[in-house]
């Protein structure tokens, strides 16, 4: 199990207490997606204009980049009610029967991990997202009779984090895919500022840069930096959001210059002492580190990747130069770490 990071995009119980003052709630207060936004803005006032629903929209990409909010976000502007539920709850089609016959005229149903709706659920809702019917087998056996129920016109937004584990046949029912990358520096800046008003925090602008600058392309992991930087400020600080708590804060969480934390520097250390930097499976690294091979996968690698301080081949992950320069670390040849078969 991963010990506690304060750089995990994943939610914790600590991000929950306060997410709703900092969620915003309009399309206007959404920032640093302008392409998603703007295709999105199209397509609501295209609904406004003709009526009946907006496409079905599917938004994927790593966790903590605001999929959820989006999901709300859009039955706001819509002026209706967002439902939600998510993939793992929805084991069997009547678990969401009675969800899709209460959906009023352009509600949004969001579904939440839709990679993981089991394959009957998953193939009960290709009617309802085409057809607005669904067909409900009413008991079992012999007596077995089949009542086709018509829906109304309603939009369903599915998040996932593994577009690759979705079928095609799913994907190719929604009108909208987004694909959700990390966000730059400004962005983040951007949505600290509007986080840091809503909180009523006193912030400065370098304050909220430096966050920025460690947060992984990720609002959540940016959010929760500037929570505990406000923790710091009050406890040891002036009690305001400036450069010093700032980085006081990155210190004492163990983040260092190029956004790294301790289990990012253990899996280069590891990579590089006990594979000699590499090529090395997922799966002998989780043992040699001690995490399970996922969390490896969705919460440290992807930033690592995105560095160029690791590197995915064929046969295995390999340390880069620049993971190598990161941790200090020289190859006993000390030759490039690229070579050969790559
Ligand atoms: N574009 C944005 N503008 C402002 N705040 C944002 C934006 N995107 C995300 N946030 C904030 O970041 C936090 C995480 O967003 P959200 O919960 O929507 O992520 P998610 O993509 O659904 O994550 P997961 O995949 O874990 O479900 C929220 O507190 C939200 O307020
Ligand atoms: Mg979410």
């Given at each position: 199990m991963a010990r506690k990071r304060i750089i995990t995009p994943e939610l914790t119980p600590d991000d929950q207490g306060g997410e709703p003052s900092v969620r915003p709630e309009h399309l206007s207060d959404y920032l640093g997606q302008p392409e998603l936004v703007e295709r999105l803005r199209v397509s609501l006032e295209a609904t406004k204009d003709r009526g009946g629903a907006l496409d079905h929209v599917l938004l994927h990409g790593?966790?903590?980049?605001?999929k959820t909010t989006l999901g709300r976000i859009i039955a706001n502007e819509l002026g209706t009610t967002p439902h939600a539920t998510s993939g793992p709850v929805l084991m069997q089609p009547k678990d969401l029967v009675g969800m899709l016959l209460k959906l009023q005229a352009g509600d949004v149903l969001f579904i939440d991990?839709?990679?993981?709706?089991p394959a009957p659920v998953e193939e009960f809702l290709y009617s309802a997202m085409e057809d607005f019917h669904v067909d409900v087998t009413i008991?079992?056996?012999?007596?077995a009779t089949t009542e086709s129920f018509k829906l109304q016109p309603f939009t369903l937004v599915g998040a996932t984090t593994?577009?690759?584990?979705?079928t095609s046949a799913l994907r190719s029912r929604f009108g909208l895919v987004h694909h959700m990358t990390l966000y730059d520096h400004e962005g983040l800046q951007a949505i600290l500022e509007g986080a840091a008003a809503r909180l009523k925090l006193n912030a400065t602008a370098e304050a909220l840069a430096e966050l920025a600058g460690k947060s992984r392309g990720t609002p959540r992991i940016a959010i929760r930096l500037l929570r505990r930087t406000d923790d710091w400020s009050r406890a040891r600080g002036s009690g305001s959001i400036d450069l010093e708590a700032a980085k006081a804060c990155l210190e004492l969480w163990g983040i260092d210059d190029a956004g790294t934390d301790e289990l990012d520097r253990r899996y280069l250390m590891t990579l590089a002492?006990?594979?000699?930097?590499?090529?090395?499976g997922v799966e002998a690294m989780a043992a040699t580190i001690g995490e399970d091979a996922r969390t490896l996968e969705d919460l440290v690698e992807p930033f690592l990747l995105q560095e160029g301080m690791v590197a995915r081949t064929r046969s295995g992950r390999r340390l880069t130069d620049a993971g190598a320069r990161h941790i200090g670390w020289t190859p006993p040849d000390a030759q490039s770490l690229f070579g050969e078969d790559d």
């Open positions: 790593p966790p903590g980049l605001g991990e839709i990679h993981r709706l008991d079992s056996g012999l007596h593994r577009a690759g584990s979705l002492e006990t594979y000699r930097g590499g090529p090395a």
